[in-house]
T-cell receptor, first 114, second 114 residues
Framework: AQSVAQPEDQVNVAEGNPLTVKCTYS??????LFWYVQYPNRGLQFLLK??????LVKGSYGFEAEFNKSQTSFHLKKPSALVSDSALYFC????????????FGTGTRLKVLA | ETGVTQTPRHLVMGMTNKKSLKCEQH?????MYWYKQSAKKPLELMFV???????ENNSVPSRFSPECPNSSHLFLHLHTLQPEDSALYLC?????????????FGPGTRLTVT
């Protein structure tokens, strides 16, 4: 069965430092992997996705994610964190047949400290 | 996010009330979704509509009744809810339900059942 795991409930990072939000996956077949962000009192916003091709995927707001097949990971990264990046981050994977069914991770709260 | 709108943004209702949540997407997408987001729980997919036809009903109690009159509008009719139904209800849309397209979310309706 397809699944994603976000091992950290919260990540704290100082402004200006690099940030990493972790996601590991378990899928059969080719993985399609997504990252979403949720700001307070808002819906989820799409950040980036991996379908195929380059392992380093670039997305919105300066975020990028690295697909690592051997480690079954798809960690979200940003070289220099901003206080405004503080939000809840979700990774997601289609459930399988019927790609409209997405499995979302439990979310990681990122707090960027000024 | 402005591509998907939801009204109302906040709703307080008693257990005997009947109310409806409205979602509208301005993106020309073919699929629409209702999700429930509760604290400390993964995002729960409730209903999926593809080209106005319901294609998914994830064992949701009958006190939740969806309606999709056209590909741009989605409603969630609520009646005789329970306090545990209090949550953030998110609407989303995507271009094609059968391909791994990203989903676009509305801001959500914060529902409180008293």
């Amino acid at each position: 069965a397809q699944s994603v795991a976000q091992p950290e409930d919260q990540v704290n990072v100082a402004e200006g430092n690099p940030l990493t939000v972790k996601c590991t996956y378990s899928v059969s077949g080719n993985p399609y992997l997504f990252w979403y962000v949720q700001y307070p009192n808002r819906g989820l916003q799409f950040l980036l996705k991996y379908i195929t091709g380059d392992n380093l995927v670039k997305g919105s707001y300066g975020f990028e994610a690295e697909f690592n097949k051997s480690q079954t990971s798809f960690h979200l990264k940003k070289p220099s964190a901003l206080v405004s990046d503080s939000a809840l981050y979700f990774c997601a994977v289609p459930k399988g047949s019927g790609t409209y069914k997405y499995i979302f991770g439990t979310g990681t709260r990122l707090k960027v400290l000024a | 996010e402005t591509g998907v709108t939801q009204t109302p943004r906040h709703l307080v209702m008693g257990m005997t009330n009947k109310k409806s949540l409205k979602c509208e997407q301005h993106l020309g997408h073919n699929a629409m979704y209702w999700y429930k987001q509760s604290a400390k729980k993964p995002l729960e997919l409730m209903f999926v509509y593809s080209l106005e036809e319901r294609v998914e009903n994830n064992s949701v109690p009958s006190r939740f009744s969806p309606e999709c009159p056209n590909s741009s509008h989605l409603f969630l009719h609520l009646h005789t809810l329970q306090p545990e139904d209090s949550a953030l209800y998110l609407c989303a849309s995507s271009q094609d339900p059968d391909r791994p397209y990203e989903q676009y979310f509305g801001p959500g309706t914060r529902l409180t059942v008293t």
